[in-house]
């Protein structure tokens, strides 16, 4: 599925406040296509690097003002939400399809 600046347009104007800005985090990411870290029994098998790789994510959505993280992918959005609440970062993490609803 591809995101226009329509349909994101339309998700700004229902989901966010006045002024809301959409930006990639893979524009914020030098290695954007790098998993999560949560990857199955990848997280089990390898916690300390799953939670590294889950940090260098939430790293990034932070130095850029983000304050909304989506994915299509669940269990991407759980690792990332699961981090981030242990943390104590006050992002958000809607599947990309209550967003664009």
Do not use: Q, Y
């Amino acid at each position: 599925m591809g995101l226009t600046a329509e349909s994101l347009a339309r998700a700004a104007k229902r989901h966010g406040p006045s002024g809301c800005k959409f930006a990639r985090l893979r524009d914020a990411l030098d290695d954007a296509d790098r998993c999560c870290g949560f990857g199955g029994t990848f997280s089990v098998s390898f916690p300390d690097v799953s939670v590294a790789m889950a940090d260098d994510k939430l790293d990034a959505a932070t130095a850029c003002g983000a304050s909304t993280v989506t994915s299509c992918d669940l269990s991407c959005l759980i690792h990332l939400e699961g981090r981030a609440a242990a943390r104590g970062l006050a992002l958000r993490f809607p599947h990309i399809a209550e967003l664009l609803a």
